[in-house]
């Protein structure tokens, strides 16, 4: 699989989503504690955009119903959301932020 740059450093600051379409995907790249993170955009709950959500305790929550996704694992933490979302492998090549789907 090749890696794909969805993004550079410069576009988010500390505990900051940004959403991004790759290959016809809806993405978000998740910025917190210094590392970054790739999952899926829209909520497994009902149609919400999580680059539009909160980034707390290492999970993005739904601005919609705050439902909490762990950003590591993709994980629904809490009610209403019990399905899972997807999260993609990430890294940094100097300032750019690169994803493999």
């Not at 909520?43 to 680059?51: D, E, G």
Request: with cysteine.
């Amino acid at each position: 699989m090749n890696w794909i740059k969805i993004a550079t450093v410069d576009q988010l600051d500390e505990d900051e989503s940004l959403g991004v379409e790759v290959d016809g995907k809806q993405l978000a790249v998740h910025y917190t504690e210094g590392e970054y993170f790739v999952s899926d955009n829209v909520c497994t709950h009902q149609y919400a955009l999580l680059s539009d959500g909160y980034i707390e305790d290492g999970c993005v929550e739904c601005p919609l119903h705050q439902a909490k996704f762990n950003l590591r694992t993709g994980k629904a933490e809490c009610a209403p959301a019990t399905v899972d979302i997807k999260v993609y492998p990430v890294k940094t090549d100097g300032d750019d932020i690169l994803v493999q789907l």
